[in-house]
């Protein structure tokens, strides 16, 4: 008998009303909060799973994209020059780990954040500029065959 839980979707925990962008704040979207209170869809976080804290610095990737942080070719970086790298992928793979475990198929996630973002990210230079690529948690789960798309996509409907 299958004893995985039922939940196949998985969303940024900050569309669901969780504080936790590095403002502490959240990006509320009412429609993914109501996927997670239905139980269709589980919300994680992969910077405070990678014990970035709420609130903290502001990340960007510099020199690439999540791929290319995956591939130790671009760092994550802080606005006061800190360097995240390590904890980001530590907290992405946090993530995709829960992911395995509850059979995901598909995400949800932020668009242009850093971690969560799908196509379009920060460029660097905290000057809230976009560059193409995705964020490092949307590499990961691609790379493991989960589907994912950004909260801007209507795919769901509405
Ligand atoms: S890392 Fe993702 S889930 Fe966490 S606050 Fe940023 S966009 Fe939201």
């Known amino acids: 008998m299958d004893s995985r839980p039922s939940k196949r979707l998985l969303v940024s925990a900050c569309l669901a009303g969780t504080n936790c962008t590095f403002r502490g704040k959240n990006n509320l979207n009412d429609k993914i ?3 997670v209170d239905s139980g269709t869809a589980i919300a994680l976080c992969p910077e405070v799973l990678g014990m970035l804290g709420v609130p903290r610095e502001r990340i960007e990737l510099r020199g690439g994209d999540g ?3 995956l591939d130790g070719k671009a760092r994550v970086i802080s ?3 800190g360097d995240f790298t390590m904890r980001l992928i530590s907290g992405s793979y946090k993530v995709l780990d ?3 475990r509850y059979g995901i198929t ?3 996630l932020k668009s242009n954040s850093p971690s969560c973002g799908v196509g379009r990210i920060y460029d660097g ?3 809230n500029n976009l560059k193409n690529g ?3 948690l949307t590499a990961l789960l691609k790379r493991n065959g989960i589907k994912v798309m950004s909260e801007r996509e209507e795919l769901y409907g509405k």
């Open 125 to 127: 230079t905290f000057s």
């Open 134 to 136: 995705d964020g490092v």
């Open 33 to 35: 909060k109501k996927l």
């Open 79 to 81: 606005s006061k020059g």
């Open 67 to 69: 791929n290319d942080i």
């Open 106 to 108: 598909d995400a949800i």
């Open 98 to 100: 829960e992911a395995k």
